[in-house]
C-alpha cells in the first residue's frame, strides 16, 4: 500500500515561488507513475504534471515552463517547484501514484491528502 503525504503548501503573492514536497511510504519507480494534480474550488481536478518510472516528465500547457518536478530516490519524495504564480494556480495539489502515466484522476489509485496552495495580492 503507497501513502502519500503532501507539504509545501501557502499563501503567496503572484509571481512568488513555493516547493511542494510528497513523501511516499513506498516507492517503485519500476512500477509507479507519478503525478501532480490540482482542483481549484467549485472545478474539477486538473492534471498539473506526470513522471514516469524512467524519469520523462510530461507537463500541462497552463504550467510550462513555470513549474518543474522532480524526484529524489533515497528520500522517497516528489517535488514540484513552482515559480511566476498567479492567481490562476490557487487550487489544492494533490499528488498521485498509478501503474500507469494518464492525466485522468481515475487511472490513479493512490492519493495523498493535498496542500493547499493560494496565490494572491
Known amino acids: 500500500q503507497v501513502q502519500l503525504v503532501e507539504s509545501g503548501g501557502g499563501s503567496v503573492q503572484p509571481g512568488g515561488s513555493l516547493r511542494l514536497s510528497c513523501a511516499a511510504s513506498?516507492?517503485?519507480?519500476?512500477?509507479?507513475?507519478m503525478a501532480w494534480f490540482r482542483q481549484a474550488l467549485g472545478k474539477e481536478r486538473e492534471w498539473v504534471v506526470t513522471v514516469t518510472s524512467g524519469g520523462t516528465t510530461t507537463y500541462a500547457d497552463s504550467v510550462k515552463g513555470r513549474f518543474t518536478v522532480s524526484k529524489d530516490t533515497a528520500k522517497k519524495t516528489l517535488y514540484l517547484d513552482m515559480n511566476s504564480l498567479k492567481p490562476e494556480d490557487t487550487a489544492m495539489y494533490y499528488c498521485?501514484?498509478?501503474?500507469?502515466?494518464?492525466?485522468?484522476?481515475?487511472?490513479?489509485?493512490?492519493w495523498g491528502q493535498g496542500t493547499q496552495v493560494t496565490v494572491s495580492s
Open positions: 498521485a501514484a498509478g501503474g500507469w502515466c494518464s492525466t485522468y484522476p481515475r487511472d490513479y489509485g493512490h
Open positions: 513506498e516507492y517503485s519507480y519500476s512500477r509507479h507513475c
